[in-house]
């Protein structure tokens, strides 16, 4: 089955360096979400698509965070002059609709990002 | 602020003995409570959604409840392939609020 897609899995990179992950939404979600994951956290969000609009992108720490999604589908999340501090998992949902739907979201399995 | 806290951090069951996880919350005006279960190195999965107090669902050895300030999954007779880490969230006005999860043991 087509669940939501990340990759990579896991990604080691050098202090300073940028990163890019990405995310391919189950087909027909129009509503895409991506969050973060630290060791004994819950699940931070940091921004929410609709369509290839993000209405809401008030949980970015910082920004050295961008996202962006592109026809509608997969979505790139970049870190730039990584720090040690965005060690983490990084989570990518999607659902048919988006918040205020009641709809469930799907999660991928995330990439493990290790900064060095 | 939306908040969700959830309790115990950690449960050890022996299998077949029964027990429910706590999930309290304070939002404003939800929409729904998300039920989600997360195995190690994996994205949670979605269990259930409830949408207003009174209601129920279940789905095998699991029972989510719903009160207008906190839910509950029972779990009945639970087996080792339970052994999960157990996620509530809400949704409101703004998107998903998860809380930090409940790790769950159980022991053959």
């Known amino acids: 089955g087509a669940g939501v897609s990340q990759s990579p899995s896991n990604k080691v990179t050098e202090k300073g360096k940028d990163v890019e992950l990405r995310c391919d939404p189950i087909s027909g979600h129009t509503a895409l979400y991506w969050y973060r994951q630290s060791l004994g956290q819950g699940l931070e969000f940091l921004i929410y698509?609709?369509?290839?609009?993000?209405?809401?992108k008030s949980g970015l720490p910082s920004d050295r965070f961008s996202a962006e999604r592109t026809g509608g589908s997969v979505s790139t999340l970049t870190i730039q002059r990584t720090q040690q501090e965005d060690s983490a998992v990084y989570l990518c949902a999607s659902s048919l609709a988006g918040t205020g739907n009641n709809q469930p979201q799907h999660f991928g399995d995330g990439t493990r990002l290790s900064i060095l | 602020e939306d908040q969700v806290t959830q309790s115990p951090e950690a449960l050890r069951l022996q299998e077949g003995e029964s027990s429910s996880l706590n999930c309290s919350y304070t939002v404003s005006g939800l929409r729904g409570l998300f039920w989600y279960r997360q195995d190690p190195g994996k994205g949670p999965e979605f269990l259930f959604t409830?949408?207003?107090a009174g209601e129920e669902k279940e789905k095998e050895r699991l029972k989510a409840t719903l009160t207008k300030k906190e839910s509950f999954l029972h779990i009945t007779a639970p087996k080792p392939e339970d052994s999960a880490t157990y996620l509530c969230?809400?949704?409101?006005?703004?998107?998903?609020?998860f809380g930090k999860g409940t790790r769950l043991s159980v022991i053959a």
């Open positions: 969230a809400t949704e409101g006005n703004t998107p998903l609020v």
């Open positions: 698509f609709q369509g290839n609009s993000a209405p809401d």
């Open positions: 409830l949408y207003s």
